[in-house]
């Protein structure tokens, strides 16, 4: 049976774990939320621990707070990011919508751990969580701040190196193949020839245009709401601690954050958040289509498409011996859903600020983190265990080709597209190929049909 101490807050009295570094205000959440079994993100936890150390720091610099009392809330905020005092934070997303529980979290973990340090140090001054951990703060322009730093870091450190390993696949591929000449293929019909090379192009561009809309993005999230306190007037804090702080954040982070120009609204709105969790949905929807494409081309492997070939990386029916599915492309397709889902919560819930504040930040950065954890991890595992390996049926690639009515359109500058079109006709109707329609229809010879159709050519029309 677990022993207990004693804490103290404005309410009263309550028990905490020993072993356990929070007081009495985490304490209260954990059993006024029982709600769920999905925790305040690691990321958010880490951001508040360097917003702390670096407020400490700034109200060091401002003549606010005791050198010793900062270097002790550093000492303890480096060893949350360190990664060791994980058990002392077990509170759940679904608390208080301005995370004031989570806040105060941090303020009680850090306030214990200084002050073991500054008695391990012969230090006689304490600390206090409200008067020194949170000084010149609120829960109102903390969260937010926490949250935004776990964003770009998020995206930064997880999402972008991901998504330019995928983009790097995908740029070899399309040289490698861009002489291997295919049919295209638009609204599931046969269309007229491109190379293979060309078509993974297509792929290529797409993660290069969303990772710069990404990119362009997150200057709207580097702004941060610190300094603005608890309505946005930076009550209770220095006239100078907004910009003193956002310096001292990126001394700790090598970053390149900014003081919000405006506090009202970086309480209030989380249109930052919003914008560039569309430009991750915009990745998400071209991932979709890529994986889309890679599973249809790689359908079969004798009844599809099967234009191409993907790793075997598992069996795939428990009943149908040798079945093998494109797995990486319905795990990854799956995680788009799923991003999806959490841009509507995303936008719902930004669209909920009341007044001076928003109270939906902790699901706006669960359901945002949750995406770039996703994605990141999606698209490592789909270019490592399918697009590294994806290579080209170049027999069944030709088949499909020579069979192709598209090929007529070639003719239209040479006959014109009523006398294309009877050509294509009857070459479906009569089961013959573009060649032997033509003759048969007297419209045009076969070696003026063999002059005039290259597949190859038809695929760089504008070459000099």
Not at 106 to 116: P, R, T
Not at 203 to 222: A, F, Q
Not at 236 to 252: G, K, L, R, S, Y
Not at 262 to 278: I, R, Y
Request: glycine residues 8%; hydrophobic residues 35%; charged residues 25%.
């Amino acid at each position: 049976m677990s022993e207990f101490r004693i804490e103290k807050d404005t309410l009263g009295e309550m028990k905490v774990p020993k072993e356990k570094y929070w007081g009495a205000q985490t304490q209260r959440s954990l059993q006024n939320f029982p709600i769920g079994d999905e925790k305040m993100p690691e990321e958010i936890v880490e951001g508040f621990a360097i917003l702390k150390k670096s407020a400490a720091r700034a109200n060091y610099k401002l003549g606010l707070l005791e050198e010793d009392k900062a270097n002790a809330i550093g000492h303890a905020a480096d060893r949350v990011v360190a990664g060791e005092l994980h058990e002392h934070f077990p509170l759940v997303v679904w608390q208080t919508g301005s995370g004031t529980q989570s806040n105060m979290n941090m303020n009680e973990v850090l306030a214990y751990v200084g002050n073991e340090w500054l008695e391990e140090q012969g230090k006689d001054t304490r600390l206090h969580p409200n008067d020194d951990v949170n000084k010149s703060q609120s829960s109102n322009d903390t969260y937010p701040t926490a949250l935004h730093i776990a964003a770009v870091k998020k995206v930064e450190e997880h999402v972008l190196p991901a998504l330019q390993q995928m983009k790097q696949t995908l740029k070899e591929k399309a040289e490698a193949n861009e002489e291997i000449v295919k049919i295209g293929r638009t609204h599931l019909q046969d269309a007229t020839p491109l190379t293979l090379g060309q078509e993974i192009s297509g792929w290529h561009r797409m993660l290069v245009k969303t990772e710069s809309m990404i990119n362009d993005s997150l200057k709207y999230v580097r702004e941060i709401a610190l300094g603005g306190t608890a309505v946005g007037t930076g009550i209770n804090a220095h006239p100078d601690f907004a910009e003193t702080v956002a310096q001292t954040i990126n001394e700790e982070t090598n970053g390149t954050f900014i003081s919000a120009e405006n506090k009202f609204h970086a309480l209030t709105s989380h249109d930052e958040l919003v914008h560039t969790h569309g430009a991750l949905k915009g990745l998400a929807a071209d991932v979709m289509k890529i994986a889309n494409d890679v599973r249809w081309l790689a359908s079969g492997p004798r009844c599809g498409i099967g234009e191409i070939t993907i790793p075997a990386n598992e069996p795939g029916s428990s009943i149908m011996p040798g079945k093998v599915n494109p797995t990486q492309s319905e795990a990854i397709t799956m995680v788009v859903a799923h991003v999806m889902g959490n841009d509507a919560a995303i936008g719902f819930a930004a669209s909920q600020g009341n007044f001076e504040l928003n109270v939906y930040k902790p699901v706006i950065a669960y359901n945002f983190l949750q995406s770039c954890q996703l994605l990141g991890d999606s698209m490592r595992s789909f270019d490592e265990r399918c697009l590294v390996g994806l290579e080209p049926d170049e027999k069944e690639i030709e088949k499909y080709l020579n069979d192709s009515l598209m090929l007529v359109t070639a003719l239209n500058p040479h006959i014109g597209y009523e006398n294309a079109a009877k050509i294509a006709k009857y070459a479906h109707e009569n089961n013959l190929t573009l060649r032997e329609a033509c003759e048969a229809t007297e419209i045009l010879s076969g070696e003026k049909f063999d002059e005039l159709v290259d597949p190859k050519e038809m695929t760089k029309p504008n070459a000099k």
